[in-house]
């Protein structure tokens, strides 16, 4: 989401959602939209007067919009979660007005889990992944193939090998982490959040809760940990010790190598094309962790 076109409002939402939302949980005092994330659409916290809550969390988009597809998966997700799962419950959805729509529990005083060496998040968050692993095993019906997730990935990272030889300094890695990467090793019956991170794991106390099932797709139980790897080295963990708390997972002993260095490789380019080509706003973030992914990935390649 560009700097330029900030995210909608409440306000702005048609006359019929915004109706059927004060219908379903009451009147909204306030609507406060969330500063952080790129996930388009109408995002905000909603102060409303209701005997049972005082807060819920909306999300919603215009049903043409190119993430539409997003929100509607997450609905999926927030429709199949089962429910000792530890992540927000969504209380309501709708498709109104051209507009899709969902009102998900809010989670008050959250902060986003801290990863960094010697944090006292790292337990509990490790144990929440695990617990996931155990929950969403085996997958609800209707989910989508992470295959389609990585896809993308893929597309991005040969994108930016396609690119004259100056633009990456080392494309050699990342050739070969491609070629020995078999789709069908990412298959499996476990329900993936696929976007595991820092921002997407709200801690109170130390109980963590999983949000954004925006990505949520079906595949091999230890991507997860794949996926959620660079972001420890990112928040300063040696590729060493990242690799040491994954392997308190059980899945994480049954990953394929090959499959777990193309993965790598694939979230590595990907951000490293946006940190390239993406808006400005996120291209210092996004050169962070291609660095810390770039890191992962050569150590993978060294342990063969």
Request: with cysteine; net charge negative.
């Amino acid at each position: 989401m560009n700097a330029r076109t900030p995210r909608p409002a409440w306000e702005d939402l048609p006359d019929v959602v915004r109706d059927a939302v004060e219908t379903r949980f009451g009147l909204v005092l306030k609507a406060e939209s969330a500063t952080s994330g790129i996930m388009p659409g109408v995002v905000a916290r909603l102060d409303i007067e209701d005997g049972d809550r005082e807060h819920v969390f909306l999300k919603a988009i215009d049903r043409n919009h190119e993430a539409a597809h997003l929100h509607l998966r997450e609905r999926w997700a927030g429709e199949n979660l089962p429910g000792d799962v530890p992540a927000p419950r969504m209380l309501w959805a709708t498709t109104l007005g051209g507009w899709h729509a969902a009102v998900w529990e809010y989670v008050d005083a959250a902060r986003h889990a801290d990863l960094t060496p010697g944090s006292a998040n790292l337990g509990p968050v490790l144990d929440t992944i695990a617990l996931l692993g155990t929950r969403l095993t085996p997958c609800p019906n209707g989910a989508t193939p992470v295959s389609a997730n990585v896809k993308a990935l893929l597309a991005k990272g040969k994108a930016l090998l396609a690119k004259p030889a100056g633009a990456l300094a080392d494309r050699e890695p990342y050739e070969a982490a491609f070629e020995g990467l078999d789709l069908a090793h990412l298959r499996g019956d476990t329900l993936l959040h696929y976007d595991l991170s820092a921002s997407n794991l709200l801690v109170t106390g130390q109980r963590v809760r999983v949000v954004d099932w925006s990505f949520a797709a079906r595949g091999a139980a230890w991507l997860d940990a794949a996926l959620f790897a660079p972001g420890l080295v990112e928040a300063g963990h040696t590729p060493v010790k990242a690799d040491e708390l994954l392997s308190t997972l059980p899945p994480w002993k049954t990953a394929p190598q090959a499959a777990v260095v193309g993965i790598a490789a694939a979230w590595t380019l990907f951000r490293d094309y946006k940190a390239r080509y993406g808006p400005e706003e996120v291209r210092e973030a996004r050169a962070r962790a291609a660095e810390a992914g770039h890191a992962w990935m050569t150590y993978l390649r060294s342990k063969g």
